[in-house]
């Protein structure tokens, strides 16, 4: 199911090119834009909202923002995927807090989605291999170490708020996190560089 | 704090789960182009995003690549940039009728004709003009990060659902979905309730076929003493008084 998302990522026209044709306003360049990302988009919003209806309108507003900070960004340098998944992420969970009654993390949400950011970052890095490969590594971690990865990105979860949920001491729950995000670098740290 | 004891925390960084003084440290060696720093914070972003990558599979319905063409630029929305072209196509025609007219001895009628529609498609470009002015006021507010968001309708499965936003200086935005278009002759009106005050009207709107609506109230917007922003069923003309229940209520 995944296969049709990865090869138009992997075969598609060059993520520059499209950069500039958004840049330039292509009428076109917009649903090249979502064919190519649409499906990543919105899985990712849906795993974190879990509710279609609710998925629908943070995908809406992602691209919506993508179009409008788009001159921003360098599509020399800059990756779109990585970009387009923390804007997703930081829609999901900007609504996840509200929902909440949460206040709005502003100075994170603008710090982490910068284009800036994604700068030089590897051209094709969401191939399936590495997608596959982060899969594999997920799956290695123990169950507690897995939950709060899962918690932190899907969620948003600071570790204090982990350890409420978990119902563990902070420390713990800092240990869990620290040695899951070394396993996954030790495991993907030859992918991500490659 | 030097790079090397920074490096640990490249990934809690890029995760949003540094806390400080080590996310103050990323920071600061990132603003001052930290040759280490950059490219170990850039791969632990690249690790993060594999993380969202792997999230199962899902198939996204038809019609939100519809809503998403909708945004402006895309496909549906190019029509903008093709306005000027049809007020000139529209001239065109007008020049051509009037040609026709005299040499057929119809000038009056065909004139009148071409007039009638000249003045739709500039009443036509007026509309998009107005609408784009819109999209645009939505935009800013959305791209205020200190604007003050709340959710309506997200506990309940029924309609009406979604997001006020309230900004300071730009003013108030509504996004609202399963909001059925108004019945004939009647209209959506928005009110700002301030504490303690009488329900302030912010405009009519209406909902598109598909049950979605974006309305925008501009100009500044006292957010702190503002206690709720509802929506009304009203009459075609809209109310000075709210029609109650609310068919929809937003409390800060």
Redesign the interface.
């Known amino acids: 199911?995944?296969l049709p998302?990865l090869l138009a990522i992997e075969f598609g026209e060059n993520d520059a090119d499209l950069v500039k044709r958004?840049q330039r306003?292509?009428?076109?360049?917009?649903?090249e834009l979502?064919n190519r990302y649409?499906?990543?988009v919105?899985?990712?919003i849906?795993?974190v909202v879990r509710d279609?209806?609710?998925?629908?309108?943070l995908?809406?507003?992602t691209?919506?923002?993508v179009?409008?900070?788009v001159q921003g960004f360098d599509g020399e340098k800059g990756c779109l995927?990585?970009w387009l998944?923390?804007v997703?992420?930081n829609r999901a969970i900007?609504?996840l807090r509200?929902?909440a009654g949460h206040m709005?993390?502003?100075?994170?949400?603008?710090?982490?989605e910068h284009p800036a950011?994604?700068?030089?970052?590897?051209k094709d890095?969401?191939n399936s291999d590495?997608?596959r490969r982060?899969?594999v590594a997920?799956e290695k971690l123990s169950q507690n170490q897995r939950a709060v990865?899962e918690l932190?990105?899907?969620e948003?979860l600071?570790?204090a708020e982990m350890a409420e949920r978990l119902k563990q001491p902070l420390g713990t729950v800092k240990t869990w996190?620290?040695t899951a995000?070394?396993s996954?670098?030790d495991e993907?740290?030859t992918?991500?560089?490659a | 704090m030097t790079c090397d004891e920074l490096l640990?925390y490249y990934?809690?960084y890029?995760?949003?789960?540094a806390?400080d003084p080590e996310w103050s440290e990323i920071?600061a060696h990132l603003a001052r182009n930290c040759p280490t720093c950059i490219?170990g914070?850039?791969?632990a972003?690249?690790?993060?995003?594999?993380?969202?990558?792997?999230?199962?599979?899902?198939?996204?319905?038809s019609?939100?690549?519809d809503?998403?063409?909708a945004?402006?630029?895309?496909?549906k929305?190019?029509r903008w940039?093709w306005s000027p072209v049809w007020a000139v196509v529209a001239a065109c025609a007008l020049i051509a009728t009037v040609i026709f007219s005299v040499r057929a001895h119809r000038a009056s009628a065909e004139l009148a004709q071409a007039g009638v529609e000249l003045g739709r498609v500039q009443a036509e470009s007026a509309s998009q003009s107005r609408e784009l002015a819109r999209l645009n006021e939505a935009?800013a507010i959305?791209?205020q990060?200190?604007a003050r968001?709340?959710?309506f309708g997200?506990?309940t499965p029924q309609p009406p659902?979604?997001?006020v936003f309230l900004d300071p200086k730009r003013g108030v935005l509504l996004?609202a979905?399963?909001l059925p278009p108004a019945p004939a002759g009647k209209i959506y009106e928005m009110w700002v309730i301030p504490k303690g005050g009488k329900p302030v009207p912010a405009g009519l709107f209406q909902s598109t076929p598909d049950g979605t609506a974006l309305h925008v109230l501009p100009g500044a917007v006292n957010v702190a003493s503002t206690a709720a922003v509802a929506v009304t069923l009203e009459q075609a003309s809209g109310a000075t008084v709210p029609n109650l229940p609310p068919v929809l209520a937003a409390a800060l």
């Open positions: 199911m995944l998302l958004l306003r292509d009428p076109r360049a917009m649903a979502y649409g499906r990543l919105y899985a990712l849906l795993r279609g209806g609710i998925a629908e309108d995908v809406q507003e691209f919506l923002r179009w409008n900070r995927a990585p998944l923390a997703a992420r900007d609504y509200s929902a709005r993390n502003a100075v994170e949400v603008s710090d982490t950011g994604f700068a030089d970052m590897e890095l969401l590495k997608v982060v899969r997920l990865i932190a990105y899907f948003g600071s570790q996190v620290r995000l070394r996954l670098r993907l740290g992918a991500v560089t | 640990d990934e809690l890029a995760l949003g789960l806390e920071r490219p914070v850039r791969s972003r690249e690790l993060i995003s594999l993380i969202g990558a792997a999230a199962p599979a899902v198939e996204p319905p019609r939100l690549r809503r998403v063409l945004i402006p630029g895309g496909q929305a190019s940039n935009f959305l791209n990060p200190d968001q709340v959710v997200g506990a659902r979604g997001r996004l979905s399963n």
